[in-house]
């Protein structure tokens, strides 16, 4: 296996990377990944995300194996369980599954993994429609806040309390979930469009009930009487933004109002005073108010979509940063000194810095048919290079000079190509080699919508 390698003339970049390189690799357990050190069992969420991240980039056929285990015997997702709120109903976010699967079919191209895999999310979608759907949103908790400090005192060992709220991340899955099985159904010569208008619909009812003008920014979430929180998620607002349920204006305010910590974006803000990080428990704060490496991941990936570089470039070196802090990438972080809490060696959080990597300076977006590049290189960066990058029957050498996102050439394998894209189906060694330059208007051209 050709392992890759990231060259930036940044001490701290080419560190961490390496580092999320070897933490990925070895969170293989029996075949599948796991979560981390402390939690050496194998998660769906955990598994889901990390692979929609970069472990489905860099071990597809561990993580195929891995969804693949994922499936209950009633034919959905399998429900993740958390000591404080238990599993469905009140936990719902298991359709996270489709992520994972889309990152694993778009790696390998197995049409075969692709129809086992639309009918898990089918029946995930159906079975969420008849349990926990309001006629609008879906009721749940917010994706991994599964514990008392992620929400105010009085949903405290209440399940049934938080099971009742809707919240802005569980209901962006349900959205991605119906977006993927569209795209899904289409490619397997079924119809997409039952899908696509549940997509809508979700999207519609999300942006009605949970986003707040006033604020410029989503609630955490809806509660049982309807009213929103006067909170926000990191994750749930970063996966709005990347997916394209927020729309060019909806993207531009949330990236005013959601500010970063010292050390990067937290899980939740403003914090709940209840839960305090000197509690003995990870669990009794580890939700309010702390940084996740994976959230940043997101956050980062969300805002070089969006061509919000000065975000993108705050979360890459705060993540970078946070790396030098440990051998391992951590399960989560202070955001007031960066100590490091939790699991070390947590599979998500090394995939998240690895994606803001690949999709963020490199640019790189896999739809299975095609590769893209898009770079977001910050200032004060030299020349970029990612080598030895498998996709399918390709291996990739990219290099990008300059900085901005704005593409002034574009050379596959020395000859100009007048797309910014390869084909997916290529074999071999290839080389891109990328310069940027200042657009001829001076305006940024990486705001291009939902990934």
């Known amino acids: 296996m050709v392992v890759p390698r990231f060259e930036s003339g940044r001490a701290v970049h080419d560190a961490a990377y390496g580092m999320a390189v070897r933490d990925v690799a070895a969170s293989v357990s029996r075949g599948a990944f796991v979560a981390g050190v402390d939690w050496p069992t194998v998660w769906v969420r955990d598994a889901s995300y990390a692979i929609d991240l970069a472990a489905g980039l860099l071990h597809p056929g561990v993580s195929a194996a891995t969804m693949r285990g994922l499936a209950a015997s009633g034919g959905a997702w399998v429900q993740d369980r958390a000591a404080h709120f238990g599993g469905w109903p009140r936990l719902t976010d298991s359709v996270v599954g489709a992520v994972g699967a889309w990152a694993c079919y778009v790696a390998t191209g197995d049409v075969d993994f692709l129809r086992w895999s639309h009918g898990v999310t089918r029946a995930s979608l159906a079975r969420a429609e ?22 105010p005192p009085r949903f405290a060992f209440s399940g ?21 099985a569209a795209r899904s159904a289409e490619l397997l010569g079924e119809d997409p469009a039952p899908f696509e208008a549940r997509a809508a619909a979700l999207k ?17 979430y809806e509660d049982a009487d309807g009213r929103p929180s006067d909170r926000w998620e990191g994750l ?50 580890y939700h309010n108010g702390m940084v996740w490496p994976f959230v940043q991941g997101y956050w980062g990936w969300a805002a070089a ?69 898009r770079p977001v290189v910050p200032a004060g960066f030299g020349t970029l290079r990612l080598s030895g990058l498998a996709h399918r029957d390709l291996t990739l050498e990219v290099t990008v000079t300059g900085s901005g ?41 990486a705001l291009r919508g939902g990934a």
Not at 204 to 220: F, M, V
Not at 259 to 275: D, E, V
Not at 342 to 354: C, K, T
């Open 204 to 220: 519609r009812a999300i942006n009605d009930r949970l986003w707040q003008p006033e604020r410029g920014r989503y609630a955490y």
């Open 130 to 151: 008849q349990e926990i759907f309001d006629g609008g949103l879906f009721r749940g908790c917010a994706s991994f806040m599964e514990s008392n400090s992620g929400y």
């Open 160 to 180: 049934r309390a938080v099971g009742a709220t809707k919240a802005l991340s569980t209901n962006v899955l349900y959205h991605r979930g119906y977006a993927l």
């Open 405 to 445: 996102d704005h593409i002034g050439s574009f050379h596959v394998d020395g000859a100009e190509q007048p797309g910014h894209a390869i084909p997916a189906t290529l074999t071999g060694p290839h080389r891109v080699d990328i310069t940027l330059a200042d657009p001829p208007d001076g305006r940024s051209t």
């Open 305 to 373: 979509t969006r061509g919000s570089v000065d975000v993108f470039a705050a979360e890459l070196a705060g993540l970078a940063d946070l790396a030098g802090c440990a051998e391992t990438f951590h399960e989560f972080y202070r955001p007031d000194t960066g100590r490091p809490g939790g699991s070390a060696r947590q599979l998500w959080s090394a995939a998240g810095y690895l994606a803001m990597v690949h999709y963020g300076l490199f640019g790189l977006s896999f739809d299975g048919a095609e590769i893209r590049f």
């Open 236 to 285: 749930g607002t970063a996966l709005a933004v990347l997916w394209g349920v927020a729309d060019d204006d909806a993207a531009a305010a949330v990236f005013r109002t959601v500010t970063a910590t010292r050390h990067g974006l937290p899980c939740l803000w403003p914090r709940y005073p209840l839960w305090k990080p000197w509690l003995l428990r990870d669990e009794y704060y």
